[in-house]
């Protein structure tokens, strides 16, 4: 008895299977971190977009209030940052503080319309349409591939429009006030691209 057990703790068959099974565990280790690792980095760079992609539509609809004053239709812009807002701001406004600044335009705009200025008028729709969009449209058509297409279209409609009222493709890169709308549209498209790749990888 004594002998089978020396002879069992002394077994080179045990120590290789103790050695393989350490192997395996560490090979699973390094993949699940390099996987982590990926998952996380991913994650960061498209709420990175899309704080850039929202910037940029924020840009441009400050620029066609002022300075831009094109004919395209800007207005779809609003529908752009509806769909591309990152979840923190966007559930900021979705409650209370956004009911309460929806609240005070509705009776600027209903009881002094002449004190509410133009340029109030785009934020104030975006607001309205954060704050009343049904929960079909807030919770699951946004997180959604059909929000990425949309914001997808969005961006080739006013990139198209625009190069058309520039005067053509280089021109729209050339002209001195052309090249911020420009580069300002352009990266409208950064944050869907990524979601489409995201999506098929």
Known sequence: MGKS??????????????????KEIGIA?????????????LGFGTSFLQWVASFAAIYLLVLDRTNWKTNMLTALL????????????FNLFRGEVGQWIAFVAVVLRLFFPKHFPDWLEMPASLILLLVVA??????????????????????CYL???????????RNAFTQTNGISNTLGILVLFVYPLWRLVLHFI
């Open 78 to 89: 609003v529908p752009y940052i509806f769909f591309s807002l990152p979840s923190l701001i």
């Open 5 to 22: 057990y020396l002879a069992m703790k002394t077994d080179p068959t045990s120590y290789d299977t103790i050695n393989s099974d350490l």
């Open 134 to 155: 049904p929960s079909l449209l807030a919770d699951t058509v946004r997180d959604d591939l059909i929000g990425v297409f949309i914001c997808l279209a969005i961006g």
């Open 159 to 169: 990139l198209q429009e625009h190069i058309r009222s520039s005067g053509g493709f």
């Open 29 to 41: 280790a390094r993949k699940l971190a390099k996987d982590t690792i990926r998952l996380g980095g």
